[in-house]
């Protein structure tokens, strides 16, 4: 069971316009959520995180939002530049259970197309 | 620097051969991971340890082993029983409790089976 959830596998956009990638999670009992960055043949870098007590959280140009009522978290980047092209997974953990892990989403490839 | 480092980065193994990756880390972190990215399915949890001398089985532990003898190194053994052991291989490690960052992964080590 796939608790999170990304159902893009890829996306392509002009640079300089905004991207949008998704990620739906079906536990309610997450409280804390990532997005990471990989390029290949790399580890996977953190890129911005949110809690659930708040909705929106923003670091530069990354702004990642979160719907707790739907369930699902969006990372917006404005603008794309061509070295955001990467892969994008997004996850999730439920940190008041003590010990936990991170679920991982599959993955959105993101091409930015100069 | 502090950081987490994997070696090699690329391994070949033959058919019926056990093979141990490694994984070091440098950031003082009870917590280590091994995960498992294949395409299409994002990153799979192998074995996690939180303490030394101890570990537990993640998703997909079947045919891989670890150790955790320091705090530092949580090598991964994939062992014969492992059928389909090509694959893109990444160790992270994170402090215990919350973390605004979530996990540090190493560069990954890319195992190919000939």
């Known amino acids: 069971d796939q608790q999170v959830k990304q159902n893009s596998p890829s996306l392509s956009v002009q640079e300089g316009r905004i991207s949008i990638l998704n990620c739906d999670y079906t536990?309610?009992?997450?409280?804390?959520f990532l997005w990471y960055k990989k390029y290949p043949a790399e580890g996977p870098t953190f890129l911005i995180s949110?809690?659930?007590?708040?909705d929106k959280n923003e670091d530069g140009r990354f702004t990642v939002f979160l719907n707790k009522s739907a369930k699902h978290l969006s990372l917006h980047i404005v603008p794309s530049q061509p070295g955001d092209s990467a892969v994008y997974f997004c996850?999730?953990?439920?940190?008041?259970?003590?010990?936990?892990?991170?679920?991982f989403g599959t993955g959105t490839r993101l091409k930015v197309l100069a | 620097d502090g950081g987490i480092t994997q070696s090699p980065k690329y391994l070949f193994r033959k058919e019926g051969q056990n093979v141990t990756l490694s994984c070091e880390q440098n950031?003082?972190?009870?917590?280590m991971y091994w995960y498992r990215q294949d395409p299409g399915q994002g990153l799979r949890l192998i074995y996690y340890s939180q303490i030394v001398n101890d570990f537990q089985k993640g998703d997909i532990a079947e045919g891989y082993s670890v150790s955790r003898e320091k705090k530092e190194s949580f090598p991964l053994t994939v062992t014969s029983a492992q059928k389909n052991p090509t694959a893109f291989y990444l160790c992270a490690s994170s402090p215990l409790g919350v973390s605004n960052y979530g996990y540090t992964f190493g560069s990954g080590t890319r195992l190919t089976v000939v």
């Open positions: 536990n309610s009992m997450f409280d804390y």
């Open positions: 996850a999730a953990a439920r940190t008041t259970s003590g010990t936990y892990k991170y679920i």
């Open positions: 950031l003082n972190h009870d917590a």
């Open positions: 949110i809690s659930s007590i708040k």
